[in-house]
C-alpha cells in the first residue's frame, strides 16, 4: 500500500469513528439555567495490554553501509504481551473542561524484519528468508493535553469538543540477526548479518476531537474518545471506547484503544500503530 493509500484509509477511519459516535448520541443542546462556580476533578489510572504494528525508517548504522528500514509486526498478543502504563486527569467547571493524558510505554522483544536496506535513493529489498531472528524495543512517553468545551447533554449524556495538542517521544532500538550477510546488487557492498541500531524521534502535533460518555441508567456508562491531526507528523489520531460501572466516587471501565501516526519525509516513525484492551480506574473529586 502506498503512503497516500494508507493516508486516506487512516484519515477515513478517524472520520468514520467522529461520524458513529455523532449518530449514537441523541443529545440536543440545551440553554443552561444554572452555572457552577466549583471546580470539580478526576484523576485516573488505565492498565493496557497494546500490541504493535510499526515501520521504522533508520539512519547509517555503524560499520554498515546502507540505513535499514524495518518492519514490526503483526505480533501474536499473547506472544508478544505489553504493558503501558497511562495517567489521566480532569478538570472541569460548568461547561469548560481541561483533559490531560500522559503515557509511558516499554514495547519488547517486538517481533521484526528488515525489509530492506538503501544507499541515497537506491533501496534493496532483503528476502524475508535471511530474516534469521530481528527484534525491535520501543520505549518513550506520549502525553495529550486538551481543552474542552460541553456543546450538548442531558440525562443520557455529554458531547465536549476538545482542541490541544499531543507530544510523543519514541526511542526505537532493533537487533538484527540475519541467515548470512546480504550483498548488494552492485556487488561492492556488503551488509552485514548481525548488528544493532537505535534511534529517537520527538512528534508534536496539533489535535483537535470530541470526548464524553453515553449513560445507560445510574451505573452504566460508555465512555469515548477520539482525536486526529498533524503537524511534525503527517497524520496521527487516537480513540477509545468501552463500558464503564459508577462506584460512588469511583470508576471502572473497560476499554479498548488505538493510538496511530503516519510519519514524514524520512524520519524514525514511518507508521506507527499501538492498540489493545486497558482497564481504567476513575477517582471523582
Not at 479498548?256 to 500503530?273: A, I, P, T, W
Request: charged content about 20%; overall charge neutral.
Amino acid at each position: 500500500m502506498s503512503s497516500c493509500e494508507r493516508s486516506g484509509s487512516i484519515r477515513g477511519a478517524a472520520i468514520r469513528v467522529l461520524a458513529v459516535i455523532s449518530l449514537l448520541l441523541p443529545l440536543r443542546a440545551y440553554a443552561q439555567t444554572a452555572s457552577s462556580d466549583q471546580w470539580k476533578f478526576t484523576v485516573g489510572l488505565y492498565l493496557w495490554l497494546p500490541t504493535v504494528n510499526a515501520d521504522l525508517k533508520y539512519g547509517l548504522p555503524p560499520g554498515q553501509p546502507a540505513n535499514p528500514d524495518v518492519e514490526i509486526g503483526p505480533n501474536s498478543y499473547l506472544s508478544h504481551l505489553n504493558v503501558a502504563v497511562p495517567l489521566v486527569a480532569e478538570a472541569r467547571k460548568g461547561d469548560f473542561s481541561i483533559f490531560t493524558d500522559f503515557v509511558y510505554a516499554s514495547l519488547t522483544n517486538e517481533a521484526s524484519r528488515i525489509r530492506d536496506v538503501n544507499i541515497g535513493p537506491d533501496r534493496f529489498p532483503i528476502p524475508a528468508a535471511l530474516n534469521l531472528n530481528t527484534e525491535t524495543k520501543i520505549e518513550g512517553i506520549e502525553w495529550t493535553l486538551v481543552g474542552g468545551y460541553t456543546v450538548a447533554k442531558s440525562p443520557g449524556g455529554n458531547l465536549d469538543v476538545i482542541a490541544g495538542f499531543r507530544y510523543f517521544e519514541p526511542k526505537a532500538t532493533t537487533d538484527w540477526n540475519l541467515t548470512a550477510d546480504f550483498t548488494l546488487p552492485d556487488g561492492m557492498h556488503t551488509f552485514g548479518k548481525t548488528g544493532s541500531i537505535s534511534a529517537r524521534q520527538n512528534l508534536f502535533d496539533g489535535i483537535v476531537g470530541v470526548r464524553g460518555r453515553i449513560r445507560a441508567g445510574e451505573k452504566w456508562f460508555f465512555p469515548y474518545y477520539a482525536d486526529i491531526g498533524g503537524g511534525t507528523s503527517k497524520l496521527t489520531w487516537q480513540a477509545y471506547g468501552g463500558v464503564g460501572y459508577a462506584l460512588g466516587s469511583f470508576d471502572l471501565a473497560l476499554l479498548y484503544r488505538h493510538l496511530s501516526y503516519e510519519g514524514k519525509d524520512d524520519k524514525l516513525v514511518q507508521k506507527f500503530n499501538m492498540g489493545g484492551g486497558a482497564l481504567a480506574f476513575l477517582y471523582h473529586f
